[in-house]
């Protein structure tokens, strides 16, 4: 018994219906989907990517790649290529500038990526949080980044980046936080940075090179985490103290501070105050005893003197984070 003309007309519509799925399944936006394989051919190809395959779907399975699926415009919002490695020393790709609608753009630790932070990045005017870290990125942070308004999060810890920081940052009205650890960054801190938004929480500066007076402006900032440790800066650090802020970690080691710690108020959330290898003057206030959540303390190291208050958690911190000063005496050094 043949097919009837029916019965044929049934099949090709049956078969047309159950295999539509299969095509309207590729949500990726076409000009996206030609950005991404721009950047993967950018960075040589790397086989790390091999899910980035034109034939597929770039919102479905590609490494690294997530769309928009909450407004379903299934734009590129997030790229995180971290933990790729490339065959040799290659920049940034230029055309991570063409994704649009990018929120997200996480360059970590990855093996051979090296060059500057590309001029592109400023046609990403949706991006909030940018992380370049563990990688060879070198050159300056660029000025041309504060042109940027969305940005919250700036990481670009643990790179070889060097030259001055850029004033300007200071201008982004919803920055939050910058991580800079780890690079040979010079210079001073703007006095600029005093006048980040009230929303600014976040300044680690950790080991870089960056020297001079820190400025009187900072006090202006209410900061929940503050590193500074690990550069040459001088200067008058109480700025960053204040019994009214909400500060949780002030770690200032290794640096050239010098002030007189007996005048400053700290914050009841303070957990951390690294002070150690500086120039610190004075007494420890007996307000030290008050500080319920402090779990790390040390303030070896700098020219304290006088007697070591006695209660709250002082005493549950060894002699090694008193140790090397003026004329620090009492438990748990020895008693004056
Ligand atoms: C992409 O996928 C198709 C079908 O699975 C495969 O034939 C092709 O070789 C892939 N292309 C690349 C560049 O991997
Ligand atoms: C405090 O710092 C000194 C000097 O760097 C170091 O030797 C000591 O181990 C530190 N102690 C604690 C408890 O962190």
Redesign the pocket.
């Known amino acids: 018994m043949g097919i009837t003309m029916k019965q044929l007309l049934v099949l090709a519509i049956t078969t047309c219906v159950l295999t539509y799925p299969a095509l309207a399944a590729d949500k990726c936006n076409p000009q996206d989907k030609a950005a991404l394989l721009r950047i993967k051919s950018q960075l040589g190809n790397p086989s790390d990517l091999s899910t980035w395959n034109a034939s597929t779907d770039c919102c479905g399975g590609w490494k690294g790649v997530s769309c928009d699926t909450d407004t379903q415009t299934y734009r590129v919002n997030n790229l995180d290529l971290t933990g790729i490695t490339l065959q040799k020393a290659t920049s940034i790709p230029p055309s991570i500038g063409d994704l649009p609608s990018l929120n997200f753009l996480t360059l970590s630790q990855i093996t051979n990526l090296a060059g500057t932070i590309p001029n592109t990045l400023t046609k990403l005017t949706k991006l909030r949080y940018l992380y370049i870290s563990h990688t060879s990125v070198s050159g300056t942070i660029p000025d041309f980044l504060s042109s940027i308004k969305t940005l919250v999060t700036l990481d670009f810890s643990y790179n070889k980046l060097s030259g001055a920081l850029p004033a300007s940052l200071s201008s982004l009205p919803n920055l939050v936080g910058i991580t800079f650890d780890g690079n040979s960054l010079s210079g001073q801190i703007p006095s600029s940075y005093g006048s980040f938004s009230s929303q600014f929480t976040s300044m680690t500066l950790s080991q870089n090179k960056l020297s001079g007076v820190i400025p009187t402006s900072l006090s202006n900032l209410n900061l929940a985490i503050v590193d500074l440790s690990g550069n040459s800066l001088v200067g008058d650090a109480s700025v960053l103290f204040g019994a009214k802020k909400n500060t949780q970690k002030i770690a200032l080691a290794k640096n050239g501070f010098a002030f007189d710690i007996g005048k400053v108020g700290f914050s009841s959330n303070l957990n951390t105050l690294d002070l ?2 500086n120039g610190i003057s004075g007494t420890l206030p007996q307000s030290l005893t008050q500080l319920k959540f402090l779990k790390r303390f ?1 303030v ?2 700098n020219s304290l003197c006088g007697q070591i208050p006695q209660g709250g958690n002082l005493q549950r ?2 002699a ?2 008193y ?1 090397g000063n003026k004329c620090l005496c009492g438990s748990p050094l020895p008693s004056c």
Do not use: H, I, K
């Open positions: 150690r290898n040390n070896s190291y911190f060894d090694y984070a140790a």
